[in-house]
Structures are given as structure tokens and as C-alpha cells.
């Protein structure tokens, strides 16, 4: 089977990070790759389901498994994408006082304190996902939310402009599995407020225009 490469993988320049190791990096570069490769290789067997213009009841079970697959392998492209895409060699410290995110961060949460209390609190969580910060589209109000694996709590239609993964692989060779809130100061030493500043001004159209121009 030839699969249709309708995804390619982006690639990003982020070697020299503080506190996250560029073999680190280059680990997890491999691991995106694969999720791009896996939401092809998905599309591909489905749409050869597809081929005859219905779903056979013996192909049923076969292609509902495949489909069930499809949040997570999605996910684990677009979020990685996210997540480089928020970092950068130079980037850190907190969002620029008087810039869009800090505002927003503050309407919604009173100081922008709180807001990143709350990011780092749920970036501790036990278990293996993401934490990431919402605008919702419609008031332009944040929220931090908790994702199980890549697919379990993303919210339909919301932008997401800070992307943190807190899976282990993002920093198991750099610290230990109990050291994850030294991987999320590490995290913070390296943001890229501008990327996440313009996801913010733009909205959802600006992300995947993102995307596409990758
Ligand atoms: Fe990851």
C-alpha cells in the first residue's frame, strides 16, 4: 500500500534550549514524526475501507478500532506542533507586562499569577498528558486544562496558546521522573511568548495557518 503523505512532519530549529537537552529534543522530534507518520498510515486504511463506497459489516469492528485511533494520533501531531512551536533558544522568563496574554491571563484569573499557578499546578498533575492554556473564541477568556494522552479534554473549538507536554519522554533524559517540576521551570526558561502572543491574536484561523505554513 503507497501511503498518502497528506501530513508532513514541521521542523524546528530549538537546539540550545536551557535545561532541555538537545538529545532530548532530538528524541522527541523521532516520537512526533512517528504521530505524523501514524495519522497518514490511519487515513490511508480507512479511506481503503472506503474504497468500494461502504463499510462492510465483517470490516466493521476493524475500521472502528482504526477510527477510535484517529483522536489520539491526531492529537499527538498537533499538539507536539504546538508545544515546539511555544519554545525557543532565547524565549523565557514571564509574558511581557502589558501584552495581550498577561491581560487576558489577568481578566480571567484576576493576576497573572494565579493564571500561571494554575498552569504549573496542572502541569504537576499525576499521570501522563498535557497542560494547556485555552482562549475560548467566543470572550476571549483562558482556562487551563488537563489532557489525558493527547486526546482525552481538548475542548472543540477553543484556541490553545500555551502548550506544555508533561509527558516523560519530554524530559526523562534531562531529570528524573520525580523531578517534573524542575522539566516545568525549564519549560517556562524557554517560551516563546511572541508565538503564543499571536496565537492569541489570531484565533483558530492563525494557529492552523501556522500549521500550514509549516
Ligand atoms: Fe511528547
Not at 468500494?52 to 477510535?68: F, Q, V
Not at 499557578?117 to 482562549?135: E, L
Request: net charge negative.
Amino acid at each position: 500500500m503507497i501511503i498518502e503523505r497528506v501530513y508532513r512532519p514541521r521542523q524546528f530549529d530549538l537546539s540550545g534550549l536551557k535545561g532541555i537537552s538537545d538529545r532530548t529534543l532530538e528524541t522527541h522530534f523521532k516520537l512526533y514524526e512517528g504521530y505524523v507518520e501514524q495519522t497518514n498510515l490511519l487515513g490511508e486504511k480507512i479511506a481503503g475501507f472506503l474504497k468500494d463506497g461502504k463499510i462492510d459489516h465483517e470490516e466493521m469492528p476493524a475500521y472502528s478500532e482504526l477510527t477510535r485511533r484517529l483522536g489520539f494520533e491526531y492529537n499527538g501531531m498537533v499538539l507536539h506542533e504546538y508545544y515546539f512551536g511555544n519554545l525557543k533558544r532565547g524565549g523565557g522568563g514571564d509574558a511581557p507586562a502589558g501584552s495581550g496574554f498577561p491581560r487576558a491571563a489577568e481578566e480571567s484569573f484576576g493576576r497573572y499569577e494565579i493564571w500561571k499557578a494554575d498552569f504549573v499546578g496542572v502541569g504537576k498533575m499525576r499521570g501522563v498528558g498535557w497542560a494547556i492554556c485555552y482562549q475560548d473564541p467566543v470572550n476571549g477568556r483562558l482556562s487551563n486544562h488537563w489532557i489525558t494522552l493527547h486526546e482525552v479534554g481538548n475542548v472543540s473549538g477553543f484556541t490553545p496558546l500555551l502548550v506544555m507536554d508533561v509527558w516523560e519522554h519530554a524530559y526523562l533524559l534531562d531529570y528524573k521522573p520525580a523531578e517534573r517540576p524542575k522539566y516545568i521551570d525549564a519549560f517556562f526558561a524557554n517560551v516563546d511568548w511572541q508565538a503564543v502572543e499571536a496565537r492569541l491574536r489570531g484565533g483558530p484561523r492563525e494557529a492552523s495557518q501556522e500549521r500550514a505554513a509549516g
